[in-house]
């Protein structure tokens, strides 16, 4: 089978298309047949090993699993003897960098507990865009965030891959969400559902008077005191990514603040979850949040679909069509 590898840490040029042995499922797996794998910030940190700290995971010297994706879409095409929930045939979609990546393939094996089975009002390009960003989301906004009805909600980066599924999750929860993006942005972000929008590049939202129930920053840089003075008293603000000061500001600083005060700050680390994303796919089937995709490459121009990434500035997700659904 086809897949992009990578052998060495560096930039998008070390990513090679090759021929690979196809994959066999062990008991507690799947074999999926990839139709489509979204770019996450995820897969470019391990491809650059950026933080450095990251190679004791992935890989001292070298990466230790080779190929990158962790959010597939595609078509289940064997079972594992112990694998329950799937057969041949179903269509899945789910977050696999838990169990070793490989999205970026002709053909992954997935473990049962990654998977779920795919909204049939989505193509696969649309689940495949969904797992790790809206998972983010949702655990921002629900699990640290705490949301309720009729909070407000600030969301900043409210046009990236994490910021756009937030904007719709907060809204599904009854959320009056504030979304800050740049001038371009404005439009897509107000038909998503935005109740407001604050253009980054003309107004400074700390500086504006407005206070907010739940913060989520997903991306862009403000100091954290900044963000504790347009924060209501009891406010809880989350941060998801941004600039390396932004998160760490975020884990020392927002520990101290959470731990004297009344108000809760600090990062999210995200991690797969089968059950948040069996909850998104209930929103995602109701209708109540829909994939944004900025643009779609095929299989041989995942280097292109990162190096777009790494520019910072996608409308939504970028997404890889690795085989067409005829
Ligand atoms: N903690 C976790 O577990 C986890 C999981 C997933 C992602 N992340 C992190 O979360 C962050 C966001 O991920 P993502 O997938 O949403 O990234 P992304 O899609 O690459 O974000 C790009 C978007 O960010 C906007 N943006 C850039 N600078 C901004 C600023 N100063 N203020 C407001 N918006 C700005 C851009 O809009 P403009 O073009 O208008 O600037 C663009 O729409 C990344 O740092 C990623 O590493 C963390």
Not at 76 to 89: D, M, Q, W
Not at 238 to 257: D, E, N, Y
Not at 277 to 295: H, N, S, T
Request: proline share 3%; charged share 20%; hydrophobic share 40%.
């Amino acid at each position: 089978m086809k897949a992009i590898v990578y052998t060495e840490y560096g930039s998008p040029d070390v990513l090679e298309l090759k021929e690979v042995v196809k994959p066999t499922p062990k008991d507690n797996e799947v074999l999926v047949k990839v139709y489509a794998v979204s770019a996450n910030a995820a897969d470019l940190h391990l491809l650059r090993a950026d933080p450095f700290l990251i190679r004791l995971s992935s890989g001292l010297l070298k990466p230790k699993n080779e190929i990158l994706g962790s959010d597939i879409a595609g078509r289940v095409e064997a079972v594992g003897e112990n694998v329950k929930e799937f057969k041949l045939g179903d269509e899945v979609f789910g977050d696999i960098s838990a169990g070793g990546w490989g999205g970026f393939a002709e053909y992954v094996c997935a473990c049962e507990d990654a998977l779920v089975l795919k909204p049939a009002n989505l193509s696969f390009e649309e689940a495949a865009a969904v797992p790790m960003a809206a998972v983010t989301a949702l655990q921002g906004l629900r699990g640290k965030g705490q949301i309720q009805s009729g909070q407000k909600v600030l969301i900043n980066g409210a046009s990236g891959g994490v910021g756009m599924f937030a904007v719709q999750i907060a809204k599904a929860f009854g959320a009056e969400v504030t979304a800050v993006c740049s001038t371009r942005n404005l439009d897509i972000v107000r038909s998503i559902g935005a109740d407001h929008v604050i253009d980054y590049t003309k107004e400074d939202f700390t500086q504006n008077g407005h206070r907010y129930d739940l913060i989520l920053a997903a991306n862009g840089y403000h100091s954290i005191s900044d963000y504790k003075r347009v924060l209501t008293p009891k406010g809880i603000y989350v941060t998801t990514g941004g600039s390396m000061a932004q998160m760490s500001q975020a884990m020392l600083q927002g520990r101290w603040i959470s731990m004297t005060g009344s108000n809760k700050m600090g990062n999210l680390l995200a991690r797969p979850n089968k059950q948040d994303l069996a909850f998104i796919k209930e929103l995602l089937e109701a209708g109540k949040v829909k994939p944004v995709i900025d643009r779609c490459y095929s299989l041989s121009e995942v280097p292109d679909a990162i190096r777009y990434l790494e520019e910072g500035h996608a409308q939504g997700k970028v997404v890889i069509t690795v085989a067409q659904n005829n």
